[in-house]
């Protein structure tokens, strides 16, 4: 079977509006302005291993704050809040109208391994978990975009997802720079 040559990647979906996701996520997706979203994560991801290259190990394990997420653990919620939003966005995008539970963060980062793993191994993660996602998303046709589902409650559409797991991204990767390497 051949498949056909045809397939066209969509890459303006439009900036989400107001009822296409939780006021919540509202947060995010504001620091996400470009209507180029697949051309927008696949920058994050080199961005983010400009930032944590050539980081020494020791590098993982700051915190800011007491109590606060180390290195580590931030690099681990962002993969992980992630693989969350584009497991969500499949599952709506292929019409899937079962509603989907919440999860909850620091449940997520209290139980991942992430400060036993070295930081080039969370940095190689973060760089497949994205990749994944653009995968994801760039095959999406023009109608799986605006699909819309139920997770944690509220409604949401695919492309809000995508411009979620941007935002998320962007806003983490801000205090990285901000409050752990500023000083640095």
């Keep these: 079977m051949t498949c056909p040559d045809?397939?066209?990647?969509?890459?303006?979906v439009g900036v989400p509006q107001e009822g296409e996701f939780a006021p919540y996520y509202g947060r995010y997706i504001s620091l996400i302005t470009s209507p180029d979203i697949l051309g927008v994560l696949d920058q994050q991801r080199r961005d983010m291993v400009l930032l944590l290259s050539g980081r020494e190990e020791k590098d993982g394990d700051l915190r800011y704050a007491p109590g606060k997420w180390s290195v580590k653990e931030v690099l681990g919620h962002i993969c992980?809040?992630?693989?969350?939003?584009?497991?969500?966005?499949?599952?709506?995008?292929?019409?899937?109208a079962t509603p989907m539970e919440g999860f909850e963060q620091d449940d997520y980062v209290r139980n991942?391994?992430?400060?036993?793993?070295?930081?080039?191994?969370?940095?190689?993660?973060?760089?497949?978990?994205?990749?994944?996602?653009?995968?994801?998303?760039?095959?999406?046709?023009?109608?799986?975009?605006?699909?819309?589902?139920?997770?944690?409650?509220?409604?949401?559409?695919?492309?809000?997802?995508?411009?979620?797991?941007?935002?998320?991204e962007l806003y983490h990767r801000r205090i990285l720079q901000e409050k752990y390497f500023a000083t640095l």
């Design 80 to 96: 992980d809040a992630e693989r969350v939003f584009a497991y969500r966005a499949l599952r709506i995008a292929r019409g899937d």
């Design 112 to 168: 991942g391994p992430f400060t036993r793993r070295p930081l080039a191994n969370l940095i190689e993660d973060f760089i497949a978990v994205r990749r994944a996602s653009v995968s994801l998303f760039r095959e999406l046709d023009a109608e799986a975009w605006t699909r819309r589902g139920v997770a944690n409650k509220n409604e949401v559409t695919v492309r809000a997802l995508a411009y979620v797991s941007a935002g998320h």
């Design 6 to 12: 045809t397939a066209t990647t969509i890459t303006n």
